[in-house]
């Protein structure tokens, strides 16, 4: 027998005659454990370089297009009331002068300016960019850009009119991509800023007709990942809002020709204030949170579509590492009543048809 024959029994020997192996697991639970509180002290090491130093609103401004109405004129009173200047874009010149009125009832001081833009954010790049220009030589450089201009169609995918499907993709996502195309250099140079996108609770799930609405506002959660991982290191941060329904002209008109599934569906989370919204956004905003959310199915929604998103704060990392698999289940029985709503609805439609035929 070799010397080395000899070693290598001695090592089987060793370990079969031994059963330190039996403690394996808890060696392996222990490393796991080590590496839990190594990584938890990492993100608490870093977590002061990730949470950005909020926005001064005072004096700031603030450039809300969709202002004229609903969610983006409640946005600017809340940017009014803590002191910023206000850049209003819309298409209607009436209802931009309406709404000037009803922003400047909240003024602070005698120094701040409403000032009111009319043109269509969807449609020419350069007449977007010539008016921003406009608005920061009246009122300096863009601190705070909210992208509210939009719109919503419902209704079932084959009977949604095709030019629909192009024409939100305009108002909604290119309406986005112009106004913060036209401010973001400046943003950049001057290494502060906030960009907003408003998107919507149907741009985190896709919903029974929204095939064209959900589209579009999954578009801006796209458009904002990737633009805020280039302009971070310039200390601009963005936001994007997923507000449910919320009362306002926009849904008034959109209930009108909803499909039924759809509004029920929708009525799991409810109707907010555009002035709740407003607020909740603002703060998210100056914060510089990426996602901004409201109520509890928000909450339940933006944890569990977390994926590749930044976060601004341990906490909220913490929160998502946690929650996410009980959201997750908490999502099947939501996705189970949504199926049963829609079966439902079926059923009752073909009932009616049935009955209507027999008459
Ligand atoms: N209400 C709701 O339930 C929810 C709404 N949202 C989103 O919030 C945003 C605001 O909605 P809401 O306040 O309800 O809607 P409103 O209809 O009340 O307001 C929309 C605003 O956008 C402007 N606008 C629309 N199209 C254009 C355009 N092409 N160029 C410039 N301005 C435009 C409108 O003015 P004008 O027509 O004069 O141009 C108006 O000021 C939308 O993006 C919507 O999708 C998200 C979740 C829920
Ligand atoms: C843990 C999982 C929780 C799941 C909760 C699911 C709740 C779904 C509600 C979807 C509501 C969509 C509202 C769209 C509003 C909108 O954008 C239009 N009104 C625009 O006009």
Redesign the pocket.
């Known amino acids: 027998m070799s010397s080395e024959e000899g070693l290598s029994s001695a090592i089987s020997d060793w370990l079969f005659s031994n059963s330190w192996w039996l403690l394996l697991p808890f060696i392996m639970l222990l490393v796991v454990a080590a590496f839990i509180v190594a990584f938890v002290l990492l993100l608490y090491m870093i977590s002061p370089l990730i949470s950005p130093k909020p926005l001064k609103l005072k004096g700031a401004h603030v450039v809300v297009t969709g202002g004229s109405s609903g969610i983006g004129k409640c946005i600017a009173i809340e940017c009014y009331k803590q002191g910023a200047f206000i850049t209003l874009v819309a298409r209607d010149e009436n209802k931009l002068i309406q709404a000037k009125k009803e922003v400047e009832k909240f003024a602070i001081n005698d120094k701040q300016v409403v000032l009111c833009i009319s043109v269509d954010v969807s449609k020419d790049y350069s007449q977007v960019e010539s008016v921003i220009k406009q608005a920061q030589e009246k009122l300096g450089p863009v601190d705070m850009l909210v992208n509210c201009a939009?719109?919503?169609v419902?209704g079932k995918f084959e009977e949604v009119d095709v030019k629909r499907f192009q024409s939100l993709m305009e108002v909604n996502y290119l309406g986005s991509v112009y106004p913060t195309r036209a401010v973001i250099t400046t943003m950049k140079e001057r290494r502060m800023g906030r960009v907003v996108f408003i998107s919507?609770?149907?741009?985190q799930?896709g919903?029974f007709g929204?095939t064209a609405?959900s589209s579009s506002?999954f578009a801006l959660r796209g458009l904002a990942e990737a633009l805020q991982m280039e302009v971070k290191p310039y200390n601009v941060y963005v936001t994007v809002a997923y507000?449910?329904?919320?009362d306002?002209p926009?849904?008034t008109e959109?209930n009108k020709t909803k499909p039924l599934e759809t509004k029920l569906?929708?009525e799991?989370?409810g109707v907010c204030q555009p002035e709740h919204v407003a607020k909740v956004v603002v703060r998210d905003a100056v914060q510089g949170n990426f996602s901004s959310s409201i109520g509890p199915?928000g909450y339940?929604?933006s944890?569990?579509t977390c994926g590749m998103s930044p976060v601004t704060s341990i906490t909220e990392g913490l929160q998502q590492i946690v929650t996410m698999g009980l959201?997750?289940t908490?999502?099947l029985f939501?996705l189970g009543s949504?199926d049963s709503i829609i079966r439902r609805c079926m059923i009752q439609r073909e009932q009616s048809k049935a009955s209507d035929k027999r008459e």
Do not use: H, N, V, W
Not at 200 to 203: D, V
Not at 243 to 246: E, G
């Open positions: 939009g719109m919503s419902s919507s609770q149907a741009g799930l919903l929204y609405y506002k507000p449910p329904d919320t306002t926009c849904l959109e569906i929708s799991t989370s199915d339940m929604l944890a569990l959201f997750r908490i999502a939501y949504f």
